[in-house]
C-alpha cells in the first residue's frame, strides 16, 4: 500500500521552457502533498506543502510564481516550473500524507530535470 | 543547534558487521518518528517507523528515548544491499504539523 507515482522521471528540454511534473496517489488519499528539491549529496530541501483545494504554502526563498503547484483532487498534485533555467536542474521529488500530520510521508519516484 | 541531528557519515563496514546510526532531536513536542533509506539517485522510502517501546523488523531494530531525545537505528549482519543514506525523521505539531528530515548518514558496506 501506500504506492506514489511521480511522471516523468526524466525531462531534458531547453531554456525557456515550462516543465510539469505529476504526482499520484495510488492507493490512497492524500490529504497533503509536499514538493521537494534535491542536489547531488545534499539533503532533501522542502519546497512546498499543499492540501486538496487550496494554495499551497511555499518554503522561504521559493518563488511560488516560478514553482507553480496546483493539488486538484485528494490523489493529484503537479509542479510546473515555468520558464526553466539551466540552474532550476535538479532532482524533484513528490511525497504524500494521507490522515493526520503525524503518519509518515511516501514518495514519488523522483524527476530528474535538466535543461540545457 | 539543527532540529534533528545525525551521525556524520560515512560509515563504512564489512559484510556481517552489525552498525549503529544515532539521531537526536531538538524539539520534545516532537510526535513521531521514522527511518528512511535512501538509495543515490532514489527517491527515500519509509524503512520503519520508532516506537518508544522500541520494534524490530528483520535485521533492524528501531529505538526511541523520549527522556534523552534520541532515536536510534541497528542493522544487524550488514548485506551489500543495506548500503544507502539512511535518514532519520521527526513530525512535530506546533500549531500545524511539520515533518523535518535529518541530513542523513551514509553507509557503504563492502564484501
Known amino acids: 500500500g501506500a504506492v506514489v507515482s511521480q511522471h516523468p522521471s526524466w525531462v531534458i528540454c531547453k531554456s525557456g521552457t515550462s516543465v510539469k511534473i505529476e504526482c499520484r496517489s495510488l492507493?490512497?488519499?492524500?490529504?497533503?502533498m509536499f514538493w521537494y528539491r534535491q542536489f547531488p549529496k545534499q539533503s532533501l530541501m522542502l519546497m512546498a506543502t499543499?492540501?486538496?483545494?487550496?494554495?499551497?504554502?511555499?518554503e522561504q526563498g521559493v518563488e511560488k510564481d516560478k514553482f507553480l503547484i496546483n493539488h486538484a483532487s485528494l490523489t493529484l498534485s503537479t509542479l510546473t516550473v515555468t520558464s526553466a533555467h539551466p540552474e532550476d536542474s535538479s532532482f524533484y521529488i513528490c511525497?504524500?500524507?494521507?490522515?493526520?500530520?503525524?503518519?509518515?510521508?511516501?514518495f514519488g519516484d523522483g524527476t530528474r530535470l535538466s535543461i540545457l | 543547534r539543527k532540529e534533528v541531528e545525525q551521525d556524520p557519515g560515512p560509515f563504512n563496514v564489512p559484510e556481517g558487521a552489525t552498525v549503529a546510526f544515532n539521531c537526536t532531536y531538538s524539539?520534545?513536542?516532537?510526535?513521531?518518528f521514522f527511518w528512511y533509506r535512501q538509495d543515490c539517485r532514489k527517491e527515500p522510502k519509509l524503512l520503519m517507523s520508532?516506537?518508544?517501546s522500541g520494534n524490530e523488523d528483520g535485521r533492524f531494530t528501531a529505538q526511541l528515548n523520549r527522556a534523552s531525545q534520541y532515536i536510534s537505528l541497528l542493522i544487524r549482519d550488514s548485506k551489500l544491499s543495506d548500503s544507502a543514506t539512511y535518514l532519520c525523521?521527526?513530525?512535530?505539531?506546533?500549531?500545524?504539523?511539520?515533518?523535518?528530515f535529518g541530513a542523513g548518514t551514509r553507509l557503504f558496506v563492502k564484501a
Open positions: 492507493d490512497f488519499q492524500a490529504t497533503t
Open positions: 511525497s504524500a500524507r494521507t490522515g493526520i500530520g503525524n503518519q509518515p510521508q511516501h
Open positions: 499543499s492540501n486538496e483545494g487550496s494554495k499551497a504554502t511555499y
Open positions: 520508532v516506537y518508544s
Open positions: 525523521v521527526v513530525t512535530l505539531n506546533t500549531g500545524g504539523f511539520k515533518t523535518i
Open positions: 524539539n520534545s513536542a516532537s510526535q513521531s
